[in-house]
């Protein structure tokens, strides 16, 4: 009976699920993060934010031109997304950014945020950056008596001297004025501390005809592209360099 009763048991334990092993965990889920400092893309020094996995890096190849390239942190390290041969800088030339003066038509040298966008279109579900469209009356501050300097903001909301003629050294940018480069705009968050005559309203927008007046630009292609791959999450950066 005891024979019996035994031979019975192993029967009932081998009809039993086998318990699954523990699954090795999955590195290809793993999350990849930059941690604060420094790397070379492109040649270009960038300093990366806790958490930054995008980048845009910008290389100034000759005279105005510049070499514009979106990159992605992964598994493998940085990976080169896009890249722009036709990007373009300011008429001025580069400069530190602590050293800026407004109205000198350079571009910043350094690495800064990509914080939101602004443009022609309505927003679209693709957009993950906070994103404001112009309308009639807004502006980019520039005027160095207004509270609001570098800032976004509508005449109608006062605050700043919006009357002031373009050749005024204070005239703020009316933003419907530029609709080719402005088409899609990203706001480099250069001078967010709103240093006077330091400069105001430095962006990544859609090329124009030639040099800028300090920001940086791209062929609409490349803005297009960037405006679907820009993640908040991603702390994303634009490092600009010679």
Not at 6 to 32: E, H, K, N, Q
Not at 152 to 170: I, T, V
Not at 193 to 219: D, E, K, M, W
Request: hydrophobic residues 40%.
């Amino acid at each position: 009976m005891r024979a019996l009763l035994a031979t019975l048991a192993l029967l009932g334990a081998s009809l039993l699920p086998a318990t699954p092993a523990p699954a090795a965990p999955d590195a290809s889920a793993a999350r990849v993060e930059a941690a604060p400092g420094t790397v070379r893309l492109d040649g270009v020094p960038v300093r990366l934010r806790e958490g930054t996995t995008q980048v845009v890096t910008v290389n100034r190849t000759r005279g105005f031109r510049a070499r514009v390239t979106f990159w992605a942190l992964t598994r493998r390290g940085w990976v080169e997304r896009m890249q722009a041969l036709d990007g373009r800088v300011g008429y001025g030339g580069l400069v530190a950014g602590p050293r800026r003066r407004q109205g000198s038509g350079t571009t910043p040298l350094g690495t800064y945020r990509l914080p939101w966008a602004f443009g022609t279109h309505r927003r679209s579900e693709d957009w993950d950056l906070r994103y404001r469209r112009i309308r009639r009356g807004d502006h980019w501050v520039q005027d160095n008596a207004s509270a609001y300097y570098n800032r976004y903001r509508n005449q109608a909301q006062g605050g700043f001297r919006w009357r002031l003629p373009s050749g005024h050294p204070d005239a703020s940018e009316r933003l419907t004025d530029y609709r080719q480069p402005y088409e899609f705009s990203v706001v480099v968050g250069f001078n967010r501390r709103q240093v006077r005559h330091r400069g105001s309203g430095i962006f990544l927008h859609v090329n124009g005809r030639g040099a800028t007046a300090g920001c940086v630009s791209a062929p609409r292609w490349f803005l297009v592209r960037a405006m679907r791959k820009l993640d908040p999450a991603a702390r994303p950066v634009i490092a600009i360099g010679r």
